[in-house]
């Protein structure tokens, strides 16, 4: 909202130069990935059923509208705002029907799905397990919808919630990534992190078999269902939780405001095991179906992420928090597909608010900046959320947890580090930080 705060003029004031002429169309703006939400948002309560969607073309700066038909009324008034329109077939009615009919017939651990605006389609996932008899079920479904509705393709990894390897912060036998810092309803410090971590076990702490910092609010957690998040509670309220991230190379990225997904948006990640990976987001609204049950209402990407990334940090390089790590498949030497719990959702469902104090979370819109109280102690003493990187050497990390199958979480790199950094190196890379910077006095 504050990157385009005057959008709710923008629209207005191109409808009366339409009236004015109706034959000369602007010539398309420049956006920023921040400004998608605000003018697709407009744009679809403006056009009604022609709007089918929105993405973002970063090459060329320019937010692309999708419409249903060749109205050459709704095609100018989405030029005369500086958009780009994208005339295609399927309506935004028609992909969520065969949504509903994919949740009705396909929901089969080990698929996801999300609506790609690029291609104005569903695309439809399967891991390496989907064989056989539920492969052609699958494939039977996505027939089923129409030509030009969804596509099919298979992954050579396993979909998986990433919640076994990493050393930013230990409960219950799993290991898992501090997403952002933030303030609860009651005003006092809080982290958010993935739902799985937070169902998985009631408090966390900095290092394995350490004291805890943090407990869980139970009541909020969400793991499988309508996302992947946890509320988890610092035990100290004296706690400075600075909004910042850690970046693991001793620099730190300021987080100033919550941003909304937007498919073709360049994003960030950070996480415990594999440090700082960069994609772009791929869809929205995606539904994951896991071993342990299906999760919607998440974001797809192409950045990778490991056993351990749970919970960790997806953000912009301006400092928007967008989204907090939930699973996936691959890594980050083959690559693959993963997914995030928006972060704008998991404020709204627990009442917090990012930062340190700020607006209250109701009133956060995306891209809404908090109050300058939010920065101090952004500079703090890092305490080093799993300093002792090489503790979690133990196999099978997360087994309590059921969220995933395999072994050997020891295995992973050390917090912040990049991939590929071995065992022998975990003593070294012990001093780095893979979370959000906190300190605990």
């Given at each position: 909202?504050?990157?385009?705060g005057?959008?709710a003029?923008?629209?207005?004031?191109?409808m009366?130069?339409q009236?004015?002429?109706n034959n000369?169309?602007a010539a398309?703006?420049?956006f920023?990935a921040?400004?998608?939400?605000?003018?697709a948002?407009q744009?679809e309560?403006?056009?009604?059923?022609?709007?089918?969607?929105?993405?973002?073309?970063?090459?060329?700066?320019?937010?692309?509208?999708?419409v249903?038909?060749?109205n050459s009324?709704?095609?100018?008034q989405?030029e005369s705002v500086?958009?780009v329109a994208?005339?295609?077939e399927n309506?935004?009615?028609?992909?969520k029907?065969?949504?509903?009919?994919?949740?009705a017939?396909?929901?089969?651990?080990?698929?996801?799905?999300?609506?790609?605006p690029k291609t104005?389609?569903?695309?439809?996932?399967a891991?390496?397990t989907v064989?056989?008899?539920?492969w052609n079920?699958l494939?039977s479904t996505?027939?089923?919808?129409?030509?030009?509705?969804?596509?099919?393709?298979?992954?050579?990894?396993?979909f998986?919630?990433?919640?076994?390897?990493?050393?930013?912060?230990f409960?219950g036998?799993a290991?898992?990534s501090?997403?952002?810092n933030v303030t609860n309803?009651?005003g006092?410090?809080?982290?958010?992190?993935?739902g799985?971590?937070?169902?998985a076990?009631?408090e966390?702490?900095?290092?394995e078999?350490?004291a805890?910092i943090?407990?869980?609010?139970?009541?909020t957690?969400?793991?499988p269902?309508?996302g992947?998040?946890a509320l988890?509670?610092?035990?100290d309220p004296?706690?400075?939780?600075a909004?910042?991230?850690?970046?693991?190379?001793?620099?730190?990225?300021?987080?100033?405001q919550?941003?909304?997904?937007?498919?073709?948006q360049?994003?960030?990640?950070?996480?415990s095991?594999?440090?700082?990976?960069?994609?772009?987001?791929?869809g929205?609204?995606a539904?994951?179906?896991?071993?342990?049950?299906?999760?919607?209402?998440?974001?797809q990407?192409?950045?990778c992420a490991?056993?351990?990334?749970?919970?960790?940090?997806l953000?912009?390089?301006d400092g928007?928090?967008?989204?907090?790590?939930?699973g996936g498949?691959?890594?980050c030497?083959?690559g693959?597909?993963?997914?995030?719990q928006?972060?704008s959702?998991a404020?709204?469902a627990?009442?917090a608010?990012l930062?340190e104090?700020?607006a209250?979370?109701?009133e956060?819109?995306?891209?809404e900046?908090q109050?300058?109280?939010?920065e101090?102690?952004a500079?703090?003493?890092?305490a080093?959320?799993?300093?002792?990187?090489g503790?979690?050497d133990q196999?099978g990390?997360g087994?309590?947890?059921?969220?995933?199958?395999?072994?050997?979480a020891?295995?992973?790199?050390?917090?912040?580090?990049?991939?590929?950094i071995?065992?022998?190196?975990e003593?070294e890379?012990?001093?780095?930080d893979?979370?959000i910077s906190?300190?605990?006095?």
């Amino acid at each position: 909202m504050v990157a385009l705060g005057a959008a709710a003029l923008i629209i207005p004031n191109a409808m009366a130069g339409q009236s004015e002429d109706n034959n000369t169309a602007a010539a398309p703006k420049t956006f920023t990935a921040a400004d998608v939400p605000d003018v697709a948002s407009q744009l679809e309560e403006l056009l009604g059923g022609a709007f089918a969607g929105s993405y973002y073309d970063g090459d060329k700066q320019q937010i692309i509208i999708n419409v249903v038909g060749d109205n050459s009324q709704v095609i100018q008034q989405i030029e005369s705002v500086g958009a780009v329109a994208n005339e295609v077939e399927n309506s935004t009615e028609d992909i969520k029907t065969a949504e509903a009919t994919l949740k009705a017939d396909a929901s089969i651990p080990g698929t996801a799905w999300a609506v790609d605006p690029k291609t104005n389609e569903i695309r439809v996932t399967a891991d390496s397990t989907v064989t056989g008899d539920t492969w052609n079920r699958l494939q039977s479904t996505v027939k089923s919808l129409g030509e030009g509705m969804a596509t099919v393709k298979k992954s050579e990894g396993t979909f998986k919630t990433f919640a076994e390897g990493g050393d930013a912060i230990f409960g219950g036998g799993a290991r898992c990534s501090l997403g952002f810092n933030v303030t609860n309803s009651e005003g006092n410090p809080a982290f958010l992190t993935a739902g799985h971590c937070g169902v998985a076990a009631a408090e966390w702490s900095e290092e394995e078999n350490g004291a805890p910092i943090g407990t869980v609010d139970a009541e909020t957690a969400t793991f499988p269902g309508e996302g992947d998040f946890a509320l988890v509670n610092y035990d100290d309220p004296a706690t400075q939780a600075a909004s910042t991230v850690d970046t693991g190379d001793g620099n730190q990225v300021e987080i100033t405001q919550v941003g909304e997904a937007t498919v073709g948006q360049p994003v960030i990640r950070m996480g415990s095991t594999t440090g700082l990976n960069e994609g772009e987001v791929t869809g929205l609204n995606a539904t994951v179906n896991y071993p342990e049950g299906t999760v919607t209402g998440l974001i797809q990407t192409n950045v990778c992420a490991e056993p351990g990334d749970s919970g960790g940090s997806l953000f912009t390089a301006d400092g928007a928090a967008i989204g907090l790590t939930s699973g996936g498949s691959g890594d980050c030497t083959v690559g693959g597909e993963t997914f995030f719990q928006p972060v704008s959702t998991a404020l709204e469902a627990t009442g917090a608010t990012l930062g340190e104090g700020g607006a209250a979370g109701g009133e956060q819109g995306a891209g809404e900046e908090q109050g300058a109280g939010q920065e101090e102690g952004a500079g703090g003493e890092e305490a080093g959320a799993g300093e002792e990187a090489g503790a979690g050497d133990q196999a099978g990390a997360g087994e309590e947890a059921g969220v995933g199958e395999e072994a050997g979480a020891g295995e992973q790199a050390g917090a912040g580090q990049e991939e590929g950094i071995g065992n022998e190196q975990e003593e070294e890379a012990a001093e780095d930080d893979g979370g959000i910077s906190i300190t605990i006095p």
